[in-house]
């Protein structure tokens, strides 16, 4: 079971990024996915979440109105579209799958991350 976190990258403030994650190994199309982040000597934190059916998303304050999270369970996908960024979005961001839709890290299934750089 793998999920593979991709699209990160080194991007101006103000600009766009589209992160994406890809599962293998099993159909994640009935769990819940979440982004989180973890920025250099902070904790992970809640970024994104939508249930299996799309039906219901949560957004961290911080990112909210910027970020849009989207899944394709045909593709076994999960996207996250970043923009308007800024430098205290820097950092490593990984996905997540659970039964459950949750705002806190306990989520079963965790994806490697992809740093995302924001320069000012």
């Known amino acids: 079971v793998q999920l593979q976190a991709s699209g990160g990258g080194l991007v101006q403030a103000g600009g766009s990024l589209r992160l994406s994650c890809a599962a293998s190994?099993?159909?994640?199309?009935?769990?819940?996915k979440g982004w989180f982040r973890q920025a250099p000597g902070k904790e992970r934190e809640f970024v994104a979440a939508i249930s299996w059916a799309s039906d219901s998303t949560y957004y961290a304050d911080s990112v909210k109105d910027r970020f849009t999270i989207s899944r394709d369970n045909a593709k076994n996908t999960v996207h996250l579209q970043m923009n308007s960024l800024k430098p205290e979005d820097t950092a490593v961001y990984y996905c997540?799958?659970?039964?459950?839709?949750?705002?806190?890290?306990?989520?079963?299934?965790w994806g490697q991350g992809t740093l995302v750089t924001v320069s000012s």
């Open positions: 997540a799958a659970d039964p459950l839709l949750t705002t806190g890290t306990s989520y079963h299934y």
């Open positions: 190994g099993r159909t994640f199309s009935r769990y819940a």
